[in-house]
């Protein structure tokens, strides 16, 4: 018997041989740990050979058998892995040295992505990572290099949502009727959001630094090294450090722009689609009934201007940073609801918060206020120079913190969605049903006991560290809600754990 297309059904599938570039990457990553070891592969060859060995003609021999090494790598790796979609099963045979074979079936698959790397690009093809509750940081099988046609066989097959239709370029374009709901982040909120981000600032200290360090080790004793010194003493050292700081800063925005370029949502039937990038386009397949929570942030550059990320935790990866999902990086915070009502029906903004009593001020304020005085007075003491002076700060940023927190504190119980803001410079609202509440768990300080105060953490699949937690709130009011989020165990899954302590 034979498919459609004349391959015998149960036949074993290879990939396209362009996965090599694939594999080549996987080989480099796995050879990189070895790099350690070329002292000691100089110092055996001195040895060996009697006499100094020229280093430039070691080091290219060690280069050259490094690339035939890597090119053979991945050349076997192609060769041996081996795949076959039948059944609802995905068989996969591969391994280098060992031969592995595994059998993924269609129950256990919670999502399927895609990733157009460039290479791919050039052939039309497509990497297909497959995703179980068993996997850890790595996806628990990856088909690099298919065509757009055997991906969506797969899907097919497999299930785990519409990995190429809703999230393809045609579709996610002008669409008059509205046949699927979609949203797309503007070039100008791209940028905004490349200027702002944790990712410009961490990709500026990269670039700042390593400019630094290639003046240092290569430029200055060279003849440009030369020039720069007459250019920066001629507009003097403040204006260049200010004017490297800006150049830095401006190759920072622009990494920082195409790795948040090209982003879009698209929903259909029940299941959500993500895609970013610019060279490299991602895909992600987010399935409503794995969604467990719901995160909105307010960073303080962007909280002035009313903007706004939201990000999903959803189950089933022991990744954290998997678990955790971008849906819409950058939005205005009043387009919230209807963006909730088109892309998140199942949540809402709450309208009606509980917020902090005024005998949890202290708690949040004096008590760090305190902390801060006493680290302030041992500085003080200890510290030789005048510098220690600073140290006066401390209680001072300390109940400024903490009384911020204090006034964002509040939490909100409306229909089966509990919603717990927090945050101090910045302000975070998380979101959960109740019947996504894996456990909770009540503690109370001495100092909490004697001000009838408690705290409550609530934790659901994926999302421990989602900022579910309730800080120094009333205890009679925390009894009441942990009594509301265990008063319905009969309706939950039975895999569902939950803890109450008495508090």
Known sequence: MRTPDGERTGALRRLHPVSMIYFLFRSGKELAGMVPLIPAVLLLANRLFGGE??????????????????????????????????????????????????WIGKERVLSLDTT??????????????????????????????????????????????????????EALGSDPQGAAPRWRMSLGRTFALSATSGKFATIWLVVAGGGLRLWNEWLEDRAIGETLHEFVHDIGLPSAIVLYALLAGLLAVGAAFFLECGFRLAKEDGTLIVERGLWEKKRRVVESRRIQAVLVTEQPLHRPFGMAAVRVVVAGSADEEKSTIDLLPFVRVAELPALFATFLPDFRLPSDWRPASRKAYGSYAL????????????????????????????????????????????????GDLLAIRSGGFSRRQAMVRRRRVQWLRAS???????????????????????????????????????????????????????????F
């Open 53 to 102: 060995v020229d280093r430039v003609l070691l080091t290219a021999v060690l280069a050259a058998a490094a690339v035939l090494a890597l090119l053979a790598f991945a050349w076997l790796r192609w060769r041996r892995f081996r795949y076959r979609v039948e059944g609802g099963v995905l068989y996969i045979e591969h391994g280098l040295w060992v031969r592995r074979k595994s």
């Open 116 to 169: 157009v790397s460039m290479y791919d690009r050039l052939f039309d093809l497509v990497r297909l990572e497959v995703e179980t509750a068993a996997g850890d940081d790595e996806p628990e099988a990856v088909l690099s290099s298919i065509s757009l046609e055997e991906a969506g066989r797969i899907q097919a097959v497999l299930g785990g949502g519409d990995v190429l239709g809703a999230a393809s370029d």
């Open 367 to 414: 008590l760090p206020a305190a902390a801060g005085s006493i680290a302030a007075a041992a500085a003080i003491a200890w510290l030789p120079t005048d510098w220690r002076w600073f140290a006066l700060l401390l209680p001072a940023l300390a109940w400024a913190s903490g009384a911020l927190q204090w006034r964002q504190a509040a939490w909100s119980q409306e």
């Open 444 to 502: 109370q300080s001495p100092i909490q006991r004697g001000r009838g105060l408690a705290t409550l953490r609530v934790a659901a699949a994926g999302a421990s560290g989602a900022g579910l937690t309730i800080r120094h709130a009333d205890a009679a009011k925390l009894r009441e809600l942990s009594a509301w989020l265990t008063g319905h165990a009969a309706d939950r899954p039975r895999s569902s754990r939950r803890e109450s302590r008495a």
